[in-house]
């Protein structure tokens, strides 16, 4: 090759791998410049779609960005004026309503002066990021809503620097500004140092920002002018997020940036037509910019466009839509649609990796088989690996054994969601104790996944705080006091110390703390962290729970079950108040005789036992417990039940220890 061109080549390699930081080997730089280039050209050719805006909602966790959506949903019409309409309409799912989170991002679509604007809602959480970055594909601006009272917090920061990082148009919306505490002065200074911070260009750090309450329906350009409806917002979004941008002419470029299933048509992709347009029954071919061996001709059976909370059928959608694609059973978040003459895949965001991991296997304790009705390796498999369809950020591995996966997530959130969408449909099991994910750095040291927690407390809690994080290896980076009677801190902390730690934290706080973490990359290892103080309270036999064995169990610890439960030995049925595991009998009965009759068990007044959510059970089990969880109940267990074999395994751990 001539040097002049090498140059050339290694130069524009360079640029792209700076665009587009995916992971590239010697093999696929080549093709990807050659994409590159094409790239280059085409944007000559490009023209913008001014009847269309493709916007997404971004913010931290419980800043409003679901009841925004219903505000925007109800002031275009998308309702009839007498209809009824639940609270966050977005949140569909059963468990996002109940815990008011979103978990999946979700499309919608309103339109405004004969302006088609598709609106992404987007998760909060930072365990479901890896929604927010490939959602970001879609679209070309941003609305940040940002709480009026609590200000920039660390998922504002991890959505923001995503957008800043994709070149989007930023409009920041401070929202709850009814809020009696509410400061939106301080917080609209807060956000423009955060945009600094990111190295904003000069034209987002000229954003535009709008004052809003989006439970009342009302946003305003200043905080002057009165309060009516969400006409502001609606202008901002026309005059300041761009048009969707491609070449109408040229061949069909859209890139699946979400997967959909319905058990009528099957998977369905969702993205945005970058270049040229789709149609009904016409062939396309699915490549994909992390495997370019990929190559496979399909055909378009349905196509759909979003108009409300509606998914509309039409037959042809140009450049610029976000549309669905149904009828492709082997599509990918990733990969890209083509025209099968020139078959060119887009660079696709690659997506933070998970760093905790927990074993899911099959349920075999004394109980199983007899509440689920999905119980064997072969069923458990498929549902795991059919998870993988949807969630990107989600891990699924085979190991030794044909009964047990590993399964790595974004966190304790992200996992035990999974898991509690298995239980409802059915599926029977067991689960690990969350363990972090390790990696080696090039001199062979161990490195663990870091966080940075951002905890707002009482002032008066704030010293057990700071004792509890420092046990579990967490430095405290900052401190400062608001007027509130609140102190924000600040820890750099490892993920495995804050396993387990968010229920110890409310009963810490009173319930009055809130913590929010975010991944902070890879550190060193930080030594030995011991989970929990207290032991377990096993029982010794298998049976079912009587008052007479509970009564005399509670003086041990904290019990979990009730009288008339099913109980077998091995299982852990309360915490101990000491550091060591105690077995109990807790299917003990009174012996009687002609003096002690059973009807004086009555008098026995039992303390009412501690029912365990999922979270807390996960939360609580130790490296040597397992959580076995059915679709009636959740039960803790020792991973050895026999009582002798642990007795045995824990005589010659303390021998190799010494």
Known sequence: MHTQTRRKLSLESNVFAAQNPVKQDSHSCVAFVTIYRKESERKSMRTKREDVRNVAIIAHVDHGKTTLVDGLLKQSGVFRENQEVAERVMDSNDIERERGITILSKNTAVFYRDTKINIVDTPGHADFGGEVERVLKMVNGVVLLVDAFEGAMPQTKFVLK????????????????????????????????????????????????????????????DLADASKDMTPLFETILNH??????????DTQMLISTIDYNEYVGRIGVGKID??????????????????????????SRLYEFDGLNKAEVQEAG????????????IHIGDTLCSPEHPEPIPFQKISEPTIAMNFMVNDSPLAGQEGKFVTSRHIRERLFRELNTDVSLRVEETDSADCFKVSGRGELHLSVLIENMRR???????????????????????????????????????????????RKGELQGMS????????????????????????FLTDTKGNGIINTIFDGYGPYKGDIQYRKQGSL????????????????QERGLLFVGPGEKVYAGMVIGQNGKSEDVEVNVCKRKQLTNTRASGSDDALKLTPPKLLSLEQALEFIDTDELLEVTPENIRIRKRILDSAMRKRMIHNQKSKAN
């Open 538 to 553: 096993i029982a010794f036999e298998s049976g079912e729970t009587i008052t007479y064995g509970l009564f005399n169990a």
């Open 241 to 250: 997020i761009p048009a969707p941008e491609g070449d109408p002419d040229a």
């Open 275 to 300: 270049n040229g347009s789709l149609r009904v029954n016409q062939e396309v071919v699915i490549v994909n910019a992390h495997d370019l061996q990929k190559m496979k001709k399909v055909k378009v």
């Open 162 to 221: 995503k957008a800043l990082e994709l070149d989007l148009a930023v409009i920041v919306c401070i929202n709850k500004i009814d809020r009696p505490e509410a400061r939106p002065e301080q917080v609209v200074d807060e956000v423009l140092e955060l945009l600094i911070e990111l190295d904003a260009s000069d034209a987002q750090l000229d954003c535009p920002f709008i004052y809003a309450s989006a439970r009342d329906g009302y946003a305003k350009a």
């Open 481 to 504: 006091a608001s007027d509130s009677g609140y102190t924000r801190m600040e820890f750099a902390i490892p993920a495995r110390g804050l396993i387990g730690y968010r229920g110890e």
């Open 425 to 471: 449909e059915g599926y029977e099991f067991a689960v690990s104790k969350a363990e972090v994910l390790y990696k080696e750095d090039d001199k062979g040291r161990k490195l663990e996944p870091m966080e940075l927690a951002y905890i707002d407390v009482p002032e008066e809690f704030s010293g057990t705080v700071i004792q509890k994080l420092s046990l």
């Open 319 to 330: 450049m610029g839509s976000i549309v669905a694609v149904s009828g492709i059973a082997d």
